[in-house]
């Protein structure tokens, strides 16, 4: 298991278009990866202006997440700068599994 962890802020102006273009055109473009996904709102207390949001990608190799990264995520990235502007921006983590539970 090989997990990407892209998280998105958007600050409050850019809210209504940003919530558009995550139920349509993200979870379109999500869903043609062909990966398992969640796509999640984040709370947290320590946010006071904007939202967060999330999309949790899961991999079968890091090979095949390296791969994604390179091939599709550079093109994603750069569709929301040219539409959003610096009103949402893209925080990427790569979670290596050391322990999985039950």
């Known amino acids: 298991m090989s997990l990407l962890s892209v998280t998105f802020h958007c600050e409050n102006n850019a809210l209504p278009k940003w919530e558009a273009y995550m139920s349509g055109e993200m979870i379109s473009r999500v869903e043609k990866w062909g990966h398992s996904y969640i796509i999640s709102e984040v709370e947290t207390e320590m946010l006071q202006e904007g939202k967060n949001f999330n999309i949790l990608l899961d991999f079968k190799s890091p090979i095949e997440r390296e791969s994604f990264l390179n091939d599709y995520f550079a093109d994603f990235a750069e569709s ?16 290596n599994s050391k322990r999985r539970g039950n």
């Open 80 to 95: 929301i700068k040219e539409t959003f502007s610096d009103k949402v921006m893209i925080f990427v983590t790569i979670l």
